[in-house]
T-cell receptor
Framework: TQLLEQSPQFLSIQEGENLTVYCNSS?????LQWYRQEPGEGPVLLVT???GGEVKKLKRLTFQFGDARKDSSLHITAAQTGDTGLYLC???????????WGAGTKLIIKP | DAGVIQSPRHEVTEMGQEVTLRCKPI?????LFWYRQTMMRGLELLIY????????DSGMPEDRFSAKMPNASFSTLKIQPSEPRDSAVYFC??????????????FGPGTRLTVT
């Protein structure tokens, strides 16, 4: 059973389009992290959201943590080819070192 | 900062051989994680060290896998004997583990292991 469900699993769109990736769970997390992984590299942390309802922006990327801290979304505006990669969400439980990982969304931005 | 360093980047070996993967965490980080990533199973935590002490090895597949952290700047993951189903990318990650950066992990570039 996947504790963190990511959707879609795969997304291929044209450069310039907008997209949203979702990360959902029935469990509450104390914080949630988003990572991007490029081919041949390890995941790189993009952002951590901590407070329910929190919104963080990283240039064209907007991250939101659900009010109940059970879900999160990543919205990319005017996608660029450099956004191509595997996007992973990871949840942190209270008093627990271990990250609960989603399976990832593979994003391809076509020129 | 050099980031997390892993070696080798690629390893091809024959079934039955011993494989040793190496990791140097970011200086000052007190937590170290070994992960395995495959298309089928995604990212799986194998073992977690805190202050050089193994805290949770419940993700280690079986007795063929072992991990050590003799000091704060070095860890190894060993597979003996290796099997084709061990083929995967193995990542090492480290974390400061402080209240300012709770559990944010920094990954190395990975070791791509192929067992034939």
């Amino acid at each position: 059973t996947q504790l963190l469900e990511q959707s879609p699993q795969f997304l291929s769109i044209q450069e310039g389009e907008n997209l949203t990736v979702y990360c959902n769970s029935s469990s509450v997390f104390s914080s949630l992290q988003w990572y991007r992984q490029e081919p041949g590299e390890g995941p790189v942390l993009l952002v951590t959201v901590v407070t329910g309802g929190e919104v963080k922006k990283l240039k064209r990327l907007t991250f939101q943590f659900g009010d109940a801290r059970k879900d999160s979304s990543l919205h990319i505006t005017a996608a660029q080819t450099g956004d191509t990669g595997l996007y992973l969400c990871a949840g942190v439980r209270d008093s627990n070192y271990q990250l609960i990982w989603g399976a990832g969304t593979k994003l391809i931005i076509k020129p | 900062d050099a980031g997390v360093i892993q070696s080798p980047r690629h390893e091809v070996t024959e079934m039955g051989q011993e494989v040793t993967l190496r990791c140097k965490p970011i200086s000052g980080h007190n937590s170290l994680f070994w992960y395995r990533q495959t298309m089928m199973r995604g990212l799986e935590l194998l073992i977690y060290f805190n202050n050089n002490v193994p805290i949770d090895d419940s993700g280690m597949p079986e007795d063929r896998f072992s991990a050590k952290m003799p000091n704060a700047s070095f860890s190894t993951l060993k597979i003996q004997p290796s099997e084709p189903r061990d083929s995967a990318v193995y990542f090492c990650a480290s974390s400061l583990g402080s209240r300012q950066e709770p559990y944010e992990q920094y990954f190395g570039p990975g070791t791509r292991l192929t067992v034939t």
